[in-house]
């Protein structure tokens, strides 16, 4: 079970430019947190020691991998929706 303790406290968001809650930002990418969580939180919350008590090493390896370019995203994506509709 996910620690939701700091889920209702609030931050600006530099990827998206507005204030979003730490429930959206642990859960941002695919049911893992935003790859920025650390750069973020940091000052507010033990980032690593939520991360280690919430997310196995595998999960945490994912999180803190190197974002896939926008564009690649977009044509996997699409790549993904085309092969489902066939």
Request: some cysteine; glycine content about 2%.
């Amino acid at each position: 079970m996910i620690n939701t303790e700091y889920d209702k406290q609030e931050i600006y968001c530099r990827k998206l430019g507005h204030h979003l809650h730490f429930k959206y930002c642990r859960e941002e990418n695919l049911s893992l947190p935003c790859s920025k969580i650390r750069e973020c939180w940091f000052s507010r919350i033990d980032v690593s020691q939520f991360l280690s008590e919430n997310f196995s090493d595998e999960e945490i390896k994912a999180i803190e991998s190197p974002a896939m370019p926008k564009i690649s995203s977009i044509v996997g994506l699409i790549t993904r929706i085309t092969k489902e509709s066939e």
